[in-house]
């Protein structure tokens, strides 16, 4: 059984920052495109950030420099460190792990950035 469940979330004021973390088991971890996305109320599901399987990073409009990606092998762990956050990255931030038609995603971690 694939499970992957996110934890970290929380309340924050702006300028804050919050540590996101993924636990992955049922999969070969190493060999997936690990995401992380979020969604807004009344909003489409968008891209925060992902890190490959070579570890090769990408992260969606402006969040690059605020949000940093990581993944550990080893622990079979996916992390969002978030900075400098802002009332506008209030929002469920779900865990996505991808290799080739194979797409898995997590429960969701509720973030809150109080102005």
């Known amino acids: 059984q694939v499970r992957l469940v996110e934890s970290g979330g929380g309340l924050v004021q702006a300028g804050g920052s919050l540590r996101l973390s993924c636990a992955v088991s049922?999969?070969?971890?190493?060999?997936?495109?690990m995401g992380w996305y979020r969604q807004a109320p009344e909003k489409q599901r968008e891209l925060v950030a992902v890190?490959?399987?070579?570890?090769?990073?990408k992260y969606g409009d402006s969040l690059k420099g605020r949000f940093t990606v990581s993944r550990d092998n080893a622990k079979n762990t996916v992390d969002l460190q978030m900075n400098s956050l802002k009332p506008e990255d209030t929002g469920v931030y779900y865990c996505?792990?991808?290799?080739?038609?194979?797409?898995?995603w997590g429960q969701g971690a509720q973030v809150t950035v109080s102005s």
């Open positions: 049922g999969i070969v971890f190493s060999w997936y495109d």
């Open positions: 890190i490959s399987s070579s570890s090769s990073t």
């Open positions: 996505n792990a991808v290799l080739g038609r194979d797409a898995y």
